[in-house]
């Protein structure tokens, strides 16, 4: 079945470092690919998204690239602030006609001034 | 647009007790889902509902249920509660259109067993 398998946490950062989260998927076909941010204490809030192989999902500096030939989608950031501090999951779509989404297990970053 | 919204925020069940959740959409999404937050076993899904119709089950025992109203709110029952069901009960929206598959998060439920 679909999964998705992201880099053991937790990672801690100071602020404008550069960030990488690794994320690597297991699939049929092509699904969409997804990151998540989930702040304390809150739902879970999309990020950034990419549908076919090659694009380049982004928002407010954080970049992924979907790569079909290493199955990856790995989240970067070139400058982190303390305010960058959560948890961020990877996630896939169903390539079916449904919304289901699978997760990764989640990593939390933690910045420090 | 308002974002999703799920009622109660918490709750304090005793085991053996049964639990309903409610979620409200984004309007216009036609498509809900659940999905199960917990420290051990993280994100799981749950079920998902279109047009008051379940499209698609996770591997979950038959006490979680739910469904779908012509509005397009969704509820999500748990009869007998266990203590392993203490977890936070996340909603999300999607219009649930093909290919369009980003969803939309509520803040949750947390729901503690004891």
């Known amino acids: 079945g679909d999964s998705v398998t992201q880099m053991e946490g937790p990672v801690t950062l100071s602020e404008e470092a550069f960030l990488t989260i690794n994320c690597t998927y297991t699939?049929?076909?092509?699904?969409?690919l997804f990151w998540y941010v989930q702040y304390p204490g809150e739902g879970l809030q999309l990020l950034l998204k990419?549908?076919?192989?090659?694009d380049k999902g982004s928002n407010k500096g954080f970049e992924a690239t979907y790569r079909k030939e290493t199955t990856s989608f790995h989240l970067e950031k070139g400058s982190v602030q303390v305010s960058d501090s959560a948890v961020y999951f990877c996630?896939?779509?169903?390539?079916?006609?449904?919304?289901?989404?699978?997760f990764g297990k989640g990593i939390t970053l933690s910045v420090r001034p | 647009k308002a974002g999703v919204t799920q009622t109660p925020r918490y709750l304090i069940k005793t085991r053996g007790q049964q639990v309903t959740l409610s979620c409200s959409p984004i309007?216009?999404?036609?498509?809900v889902s659940w999905y199960q937050q917990t420290p051990g076993q993280g994100l799981q899904f749950l079920f998902e509902?279109?047009?008051?119709?379940?499209?698609n089950k996770g591997n979950f025992p038959g006490r979680f249920s739910g469904r779908q109203f012509s509005n397009s709110r969704s509820e999500m029952n748990v009869s007998t509660l266990e203590l392993g069901d203490s977890a936070l009960y996340l909603c999300?929206?999607?219009?649930?259109?093909?290919?369009?598959?980003?969803?939309?998060f509520g803040p949750g439920t947390r729901l503690t067993v004891t």
């Open positions: 309007s216009g999404h036609r498509s």
């Open positions: 699939a049929t076909g092509y699904p969409s």
């Open positions: 509902y279109f047009s008051e119709t379940q499209r």
């Open positions: 999300a929206s999607s219009p649930g259109t093909v290919g369009i598959y980003e969803q939309y």
């Open positions: 996630a896939l779509g169903d390539t079916g006609a449904n919304s289901k989404l699978t």
């Open positions: 990419a549908t076919k192989a090659d």
